[in-house]
Every structure is written in C-alpha cells, then in structure tokens.
C-alpha cells in the first residue's frame, strides 16, 4: 500500500472532435486546479518524457499528431494508465524518435502538413530497425477507402475521431499483447535456429581439424539455419571425399534436412563403396522424407592422391572447376539426377587425371548466381569464378579460398542465398 491514498485522476472529456483535412484538430482540455499526488504504479519514473529512467517492463508508446493539445490528451490518458509516451508533431521527427528508442506502438495521425501518417507508416515500414513496430492510425477519415489505405500502408489498426478512451486504450492493450506474443515467439525461434546452427557448425569439419585434406572453405548461411553444407570425409590412405550440397528451401525446414543429408552421407559413404553407390543408398532414403517438391543438389569429389585421380559425381549441381598448376582452367560437368525425386536416379561420374598442386573447387548457386540488377546469369557467375580462381593461384588454397569469395563478394554486394566455396589441392 502507497503510504497515502492514490486519488481519482480528473476526467479528461470523453470525446475528442474530429480534424479537419490538414487542419488538425481543437479541443477543450480540463486541467485540475491542483494535480494529484503521484502513486507509485504511476511514478515519474515510468515516464519517458520526464527525463527519468523508464523501467524496461513498461511499454513505450510513441504518439503522433501535428496538433499539441491532442497529443497532450492523449499522453495523459495513457500515462494514467501506465504506459511511457514519446510524442512528435510530424512525420520525420517521429521516425527520428522510433529509430532512436526501444517504441513498443505509434499512435499516428493521418492529416498532417507535409508528410502524411500514410507516408510516415511507409517508411517506417521500409526501414528494418522500426519495421516490426504497430501502427495504429487515429483520424477523423471515417470512409472505408481511407481505413483500407491505413491497412495497406502497414498500420495494424484504424481509430476515428472522435473516439472514446476507453477504445483507444483496449486497442493499445490488445496490439501491444500481440507484440508481446510475436516477440516472444521470435524469440523462442531464435533460441530454436540457433541450437540447430550450433548443431550444423559442430559437423562441419575445418581445414585445421583435417590439416592432411588440403582444403579450404567459405561457408555462407544467410539464415541461422541454411540449406548448404559441405563435408570432408577420408575413406583411404591418401584419399578423401569432399562434398558441397544445397537443399532447397532456406527456411528451418531446410536447416533440419541438411542435419540429416549430412547424417545419411556419413553413413553411406566409405572407401568400399563408389560414390555413385553412396548417392543410390542416400536417395532411396530422401525420396521417402522429402515432400512437396523438396529435393537437393551435390556434387562429390574423391580425391586419390596416391593415385592422382579425382572421381567425381553430381547430383544437379553446377560443374566443378579444375585449375592447373600449370594455369590452365576448366569446367568438369558430371551429369545426373537430383537427390530425393526420383527412385531410380542415374549419375555418370567423370574420372579426372590430375598432379599434385592441381586444385578443384566445388561450391553452389548462391555463389555464382542471383545478383547484380539485372541479375547475371549462371554461366556469366562461372565465369566470374573463374577469373577470381585464376587471380588467387599463388595463394595457399586456405587463404586462396576466402580471397576468391572476397572477389566475388566485392561484385555481388549483400547475399541473398546461402553459399558454399570449397576448395581441395591435390
């Protein structure tokens, strides 16, 4: 209990008068000769706008609206109530004041001079950092035309002047519970992708790990959990199996099945086995668990140093490239079916002669594919692969590998897809 009594705040009228087009909006507002004492669940504390500390459990409403006093009503009905307020008089100032402040809901004004709530509610749409922010828009623009356009604007509510409070203030609660709810279920998915990334990270094997492999690797999920993966596996004495793949999708379903594609080739690929073999046994598996059109590409390598052959298979992915020691480069395309369509897929392997210090690199479509405006085709993306293959030849392969996706990266500016680069030296 407060040590003294809480007493009624004094009732700000009931109606707010509706705006004129760009005219903003007058009202009486009645002020008690002497304000009350404050209670606690009320503190100046809980205040954005005085200054002082605001505890991070209050939500924080920004209010907007080119007419003083209607901001002034409109704080002191939501301060009353709890809430911390933020005001602007105009659209670029309450953009400023979002992206400044942790804001948990705007209150905005359609009919302002210069920019108007529809094009405010825009732009903060547009900008990643206030994006996710509710908009409820409050206007004397009663007509349905008006409301769709709010709607289509990015706002999640409409409220006509004149309104009561008490709408005003179970709209907020009810947006403000929802906010509650996604950011907590945003949350809880966060936690979710990342254990499944720290799941993906802890199989993926590094150059360090397996110094004699002689590989180097860019790895590149856009999304906690991606749908690319690599691995290196050794199946001999000199010899090891290195496998680029893409599934499709970049969703957390995506995530889960690159886990298990990684699970079914460790399983399935050994140095008894020919890695046409290893698909057959991983495909009849994925044809059974993927659905609704889901399928992956590969492309494997086994790379036999003792021998100096590569034995390489794909899966619909786009060609290896083979760079000599001696600086000649070329596309190797080994033809067949994708993973987890068809039961009786077919691959042809391609059986490559190769000497130490010759390099293959194996990678996928977000690599090479998808950017620039217009955006490049497959064949011109190779081609840029190429020429950074061909400017990193003097380079280890480890440091060879990240200067090759430095050059690619330069060119095709912020990824859109998940990417991986591997590269094997003989």
């Not at 905005?108 to 920019?115: A, K, N, Q, R």
């Not at 430095?406 to 859109?416: F, H, L, S, V």
Request: proline share 9%; hydrophobic share 45%.
């Amino acid at each position: 209990m407060p040590p003294y009594p809480c007493p009624r705040p004094t009732k700000p009228p009931a109606l707010i008068p509706p705006s004129s087009p760009l005219g903003g909006t007058a009202a009486p507002l009645f002020l008690p000769q002497k304000l009350p004492p404050p209670c606690r669940r009320r503190a100046a504390s809980l205040w954005w706008t005085s200054g002082g500390p605001v505890d991070h459990r209050t939500p924080l409403i920004l209010i907007v609206d080119d007419e003083p006093l209607n901001a002034r009503i409109l704080e002191s009905m939501l301060r009353r109530s709890g809430f911390a307020t933020l005001t602007a008089h105009d659209g670029p100032r309450a953009r400023e004041l979002a992206a400044l402040h942790p804001v948990d809901l705007i209150l905005l004004d359609v009919m302002m001079p210069g920019e108007t709530g529809y094009l405010t509610c825009q732009l903060l749409k547009e900008t990643p950092q206030t994006a996710d922010i509710p908009v409820i828009f409050i206007s004397a623009l009663t007509d349905t035309e008006s409301r769709v356009h709010g709607l289509e604007c990015g706002g999640v509510d409409f409220i006509s002047k004149p309104f009561e409070k008490a709408e005003v203030l179970a709209r907020v609660k009810v947006h403000l519970r929802l906010r509650l709810t996604y950011s907590a279920l945003m949350e809880a998915q966060a936690q979710r992708l990342g254990q499944i990334q720290a799941a993906q990270q802890s199989l993926l094997v590094r150059p360090e790990d397996l110094p004699e492999a002689r590989f180097g690797v860019h790895f590149a999920p856009v999304l906690e959990a991606g749908g690319d993966i690599y691995d290196v596996l050794p199946t001999g004495v000199g010899v090891f199996d290195y496998i680029v793949a893409d599934v499709s999708g970049h969703d957390l379903g995506a995530g889960f099945l690159t886990s298990a594609l990684t699970a079914l080739l460790r399983q399935n690929v050994n140095a008894a086995t020919a890695p046409e073999e290893s698909l057959a046994m991983t495909n009849r598996v994925l044809t059974r668990i993927l659905t609704n059109g889901a399928h992956a590409t590969l492309a494997m390598a086994r790379v036999n140093r003792v021998q100096n052959c590569i034995h390489l298979v794909s899966a619909g992915h786009p060609p290896a490239i083979l760079a000599r020691k001696d600086g000649d480069i070329e596309l190797i395309q080994a033809e067949g079916d994708i993973l987890g369509v068809f039961d009786a897929a077919l691959w042809t392997p391609q059986e490559i002669a190769v000497r130490p210090g010759d390099r293959i690199f194996l990678y996928t479509d977000g690599l090479v594919e998808g950017f620039g405006d217009p955006p490049i085709t497959r064949d011109q993306g190779i081609a840029l692969l190429w020429a950074a293959i061909r400017s990193a030849s003097s380079l280890p392969i480890t440091a060879a590998v990240e200067a090759i996706h430095e050059y690619i990266a330069t060119r095709k500016g912020p990824a859109e897809d998940d990417s991986v680069l591997l590269g094997i030296e003989v």
